[in-house]
């Protein structure tokens, strides 16, 4: 079964700061890596995906994500953390393999980045 | 990218009455369209894929009955919640994708609060 980790409920920077948030994967096959983001009371917004190719991908906003094969990761990082960038993150992941379309999503990492 | 628009955004119902809410994508056919449940500070659950001109399927432990799912057209997913009950408030987002290996475009939510 294929599953998302996000191990951190929380993550504060202070603005002007790198930002790294962090995402743990598990499928049986090779896989399809989103990064999604959500105000509030709003629907996901999508950042970026991995789908094959180059392991560093950049998004929007100047968001990049780097997937990294040997420690199942999909971490999302900016360079320099803006206030407007607080917000809830989340990594979602798809068997390319897999019978069925079904993205899963991790639990969600709240981004606050403070002035 | 894609829209999906999704409405009503709010709404307010009494207990034992039905709400439908709807989901279209507006510039893109979309065979299947995925219904997700979100509560409050909690990652996204889906309940089901809704698939064009076929039946639902549903994820374990989401009742069939309850939420019934119509996918009548390539831009339209509707969701109907039956015999509503305070415990059917939620945040409920609707999602599509454009092509086979592409990302998810997620509707704006809609929040539905039974009283």
């Known amino acids: 079964a294929q599953s998302v980790a996000q191990p951190e409920d929380q993550v504060n920077v202070a603005e002007g700061n790198p930002l790294t948030v962090k995402c743990t994967y598990s499928v049986s096959g090779n896989p399809y890596l989103f990064w999604y983001v959500q105000y509030p009371n709003r629907g996901l917004q999508f950042l970026l995906k991995?789908?094959?190719?180059?392991?560093l991908v950049k998004g929007s906003y100047g968001f990049e994500a780097e997937f990294n094969k040997s420690q199942t990761s999909f971490h999302l990082k900016k360079p320099s953390a803006l206030v407007s960038d607080s917000a809830l993150y989340f990594c979602?992941?798809?068997?390319?393999?897999?019978?069925?379309?079904?993205?899963?999503f991790g639990t969600g990492t709240l981004l606050a980045v403070q002035p | 990218g894609a829209v999906v628009s999704q409405h009503p955004s709010r709404v307010i119902c009494k207990s034992g009455t039905s709400v439908k809410i709807e989901c279209r994508s507006l510039d893109f056919q979309a065979t299947t369209m995925f219904w997700y449940r979100q509560f409050p500070k909690q990652s996204l659950m889906l309940m089901a894929t809704s698939n064009e001109g076929s039946k639902a399927t549903y994820e374990q432990g989401v009742e069939k009955d309850k939420f019934l799912i119509n996918h009548a057209s390539l831009t339209l997913s509707t969701l109907t919640v039956t015999s509503a009950h305070p415990e059917d408030s939620s945040f409920y987002i609707c999602?599509?994708?454009?092509?086979?290996?592409?990302?998810?475009?997620f509707g704006e939510g809609s929040r539905l609060t039974v009283l």
């Open positions: 999602s599509a994708r454009s092509g086979g290996a592409g990302e998810l475009f």
């Open positions: 991995y789908i094959t190719g180059d392991n």
């Open positions: 979602a992941v798809r068997d390319r393999g897999g019978a069925t379309n079904k993205l899963i």
